[in-house]
């Protein structure tokens, strides 16, 4: 069962999170992610991408029964780091304007999905956070500090705390923040002005954007936490973070 929603109307490609109950990302996720963004990218009759996403959560991260699965010896057809940088990047690198509409809750590499998008409009109970810290796993700060402040990033990296879409509307992060009643509503209304403008001035415009943070330089600060997570994942900490969260209890670490 496929989910991501894709819906196509009227020079928009609505892309929505479906996978209850709190959208985590698994393999098959960053894959339908990855070929929703490619689609948009060939397709003419779309000039602007819409992220949105169902339930409470926008997005908690990383499926963790998936990850404590490949500690354990789990196979997938392609390595699982390569499938979850093609997915994030994808955002990044599309041709086409995306906007990214947050309710509530957007953590770890579900923070990164409106971090790599152009626009981003938070409702007013959403918040952001690199909580990976939390379970044991080295999360995506320095991919981070593409769209916050680096001492801001620091702290939230280093704490595993939240920032409220106050707090990211006043970092610049986030466009506006507005009641969940109008949250899709404001999310068409900027698209519509997008596609106002000239289809070729869009596309350049979004070629020269990609000067201001190079697509690549993400992808590299992106390879160069994979050596740090397979650390992560390999320790005895990690294992009991997983255990603890599965069996709704605080975790005792050992520092092994």
């Known amino acids: 069962m496929s ?3 894709i ?3 009227e020079k928009i490609m609505w892309l929505t999170l479906d996978r209850p109950p709190v959208n985590a ?10 070929a929703a963004f490619t689609r948009a990218d060939a397709n003419d009759d779309v000039y602007v991408t819409i992220i949105r ?8 991260g990383n499926d963790l029964r998936e990850l404590s699965g490949i500690i354990e010896g789990d196979t997938f057809p392609r390595p699982y ?4 940088e093609e997915g994030l990047t994808s955002i990044i690198r599309s041709s086409k304007p995306v906007i990214c509409l947050v309710q509530g809750p957007a953590t770890g590499a579900g923070f990164c999905i409106p971090s790599y998008s152009d626009i981003v409009v938070a409702t007013e109970n959403a918040s952001f956070g690199i909580a990976e810290i939390q379970r044991g796993v080295i999360g995506g700060a320095p991919e981070a500090s593409y769209s916050l402040p680096p001492k801001v990033v620091r702290y939230m990296a280093l704490t595993g705390s939240f920032i409220t879409a ?4 006043s970092y610049g992060f986030v466009r506006k923040v507005v009641s969940e009643h109008d949250l ?3 999310g068409e209304r900027i698209a519509r002005r997008i596609i106002a403008n000239p289809p070729l ?3 350049f415009m979004k070629e020269s954007l990609a000067s201001i943070y190079p697509p690549g330089r993400i992808e590299a600060l992106i390879k160069d936490d994979e050596t740090w997570n397979d650390r992560a994942l390999h320790t005895e900490d990690f294992s009991e973070s997983v255990r603890a969260f599965l069996e709704k209890r605080d975790p005792v670490y050992h520092g092994r």
């Open 7 to 9: 819906e196509i109307s």
């Open 166 to 169: 106050e707090e990211a509307l």
């Open 201 to 203: 001035s869009i596309r």
């Open 3 to 5: 989910a991501i929603g």
């Open 184 to 186: 899709y509503k404001e």
């Open 25 to 34: 990302l698994s393999y098959a996720v960053y894959e339908e992610l990855s």
């Open 53 to 60: 996403a169902t339930g409470k959560y926008f997005s908690a």
């Open 81 to 84: 780091q390569e499938v979850v």
